[in-house]
């Protein structure tokens, strides 16, 4: 396809060779010349209506070192507090001939408005609460390369799954890709519709991380919270916070992962984040690979200039 707007697009296959083809990009970014052409003569856009560290900045490195010119929108300082709409932003844009724009936006199905908009390739880089296909990617790429497979895992998403496109977009994918998966959190931060999700529920961390190979955590995402569950920071560190105590419970040697930004001590115990279980740093390592992975593959889609 021309466009990469969610996990729920791509078949197991086109998965698989994203992440092949990301596994070699790691190794290219380990060597000190990682810089390749075959982005050269593009221009890359990044359009973020929503704060970022990780995911823009990997988009611009993974652009620049497949050689494409790479501009980043600042949107605090655009029009777009003048009150140019979203539509209006992007066609803008797109008159000045972009071949790619990678996108964050606060609403669900923002991206794929877009998408019907403007002839280039969008790629999504978070859209609400909807999905985030990049960090899906850039997990299965971190787990396969820790255990050799996806297919029967059992992976334990913890936390906030209402608010997450990352909770989302991995549900799709590790369901694609035949593992368990398990979503765990209270009630008031689970979907109303989750029994559609094909995951198994647990309210208690307890039976929720027993066994687990994979444990991924999830941010509080307050500010997506309308006031009706905030939870204290103490009370839901003990029921729902990753500690020693409850990291026992998975298997030995479990996996750790949070996708970022990290609230230490909501939902993770510091130690725990920075012990010798926890991939949190090199999940950012494979954020740059995925990313190169995916521009590289919508850049055989690209018309010929
Ligand atoms: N995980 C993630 O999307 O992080 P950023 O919000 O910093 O991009």
């Given at each position: 396809s021309r466009h990469l707007l969610g996990i729920e697009d791509l078949s197991p296959a086109e998965i698989t060779a994203l992440l092949d083809l990301a596994d070699a990009f790691v190794e290219l970014n380990r060597r000190p010349d990682k810089k390749l052409s075959t982005l050269r003569g593009r221009t890359q856009i990044n359009l973020f209506f929503e704060a970022s560290t990780r995911t823009q900045s990997s988009f611009e490195l993974a652009?620049?070192?497949?050689?494409?010119?790479?501009?980043?929108?600042?949107?605090?300082?655009?029009?777009?507090?003048?009150?140019?709409?979203?539509?209006?932003?992007?066609?803008?844009?797109h008159a000045m001939h972009p071949d790619i724009i990678v996108v964050r936006h606060h609403a669900a199905g923002a991206v794929e408005l877009l998408s019907r908009k403007v002839g280039c390739s969008v790629i999504n880089a978070g859209d609400g609460a909807h999905e985030h296909p990049t960090q899906a990617l850039l997990d299965a790429l971190t787990i396969r390369r820790h255990t050799g497979r996806l297919e029967g895992l059992t992976v334990a998403i913890c936390g906030d799954i209402l608010h997450s496109r990352v909770a989302r977009s991995n549900i799709l994918l590790l369901n694609a890709m035949g593992a368990r998966v398990r979503v765990v959190a209270p009630s008031t931060l689970l979907p109303a519709a989750i029994d559609r999700f094909g995951v198994e529920v647990h309210r208690d961390m307890r039976s929720g991380l027993r066994d687990a190979d994979?444990?991924?955590?999830?941010?509080?995402?307050?500010?997506?919270?309308?006031?009706?569950?905030?939870?204290?920071?103490?009370?839901?560190?003990?029921?729902?916070?990753?500690?020693?105590?409850?990291?026992a419970l998975a298997k030995p040697n479990a996996l750790v992962m949070h996708p970022g930004p990290m609230n230490r001590g909501v939902e993770i115990d510091s130690d725990i984040a920075d012990g010798p279980q926890s991939l949190i740093r090199e999940q950012v390592e494979m954020g740059v690979a995925v990313r190169m992975a995916v521009l590289d593959a919508l850049a055989r889609n690209l018309p010929n200039r």
């Open positions: 652009g620049k070192r497949l050689g494409a010119d790479v501009m980043n929108m600042s949107v605090a300082s655009s029009s777009v507090k003048k009150g140019e709409t979203l539509i209006d932003t992007a066609v803008t844009l994979v444990v991924m955590m999830l941010r509080l995402q307050r500010e997506r919270m309308d006031g009706s569950f905030v939870p204290s920071v103490r009370e839901y560190f003990h029921f729902f916070g990753l500690d020693a105590a409850k990291l």
